[in-house]
């Protein structure tokens, strides 16, 4: 069983930065893909950043050169630092993971980027 639990949303303002923490109740080298979703209301879910166990790394356009996803082994940890922040970033951000054949998802993080 594997729990996630995401931290560090918050009010940012327009070009501020935040970072995202996924705390996994495992070993994070047991999961096959570590990624972060994001859902704006009245929108569908989308895929922001993904990265393999052997650390490639995929982001979506619209994030690419901005956001950044990572992981600290030793803390179970998967981050994602969220840059140069606009208010089309607003949504709800959530932490995912594959192990084996199944996914994992946290109960996700409020970002609200505003004046």
């Known amino acids: 069983q594997v729990q996630l639990v995401e931290s560090g949303g918050g009010l940012v303002q327009p070009g501020g930065s935040l970072r995202l923490s996924c705390l996994a109740s495992?070993?994070?080298?047991?999961?096959?893909?570590m990624a972060w979703y994001r859902q704006a209301p009245g929108k569908q879910r989308e895929l922001v950043a993904r990265m393999s166990l052997g650390g490639n790394t995929y982001y979506s356009d619209s994030v690419k050169g901005r956001f950044v996803i990572s992981r600290d082994s030793t803390k179970n940890t998967v981050y994602l630092d969220l840059g140069s922040l606009k208010p089309e970033d607003t949504a709800v951000y959530y932490c995912t993971v594959r192990l084996g054949v199944t996914n994992y998802w946290g109960q996700g993080t409020q970002v609200t980027v505003s004046s």
């Open positions: 495992i070993r994070i080298f047991s999961f096959n893909i």
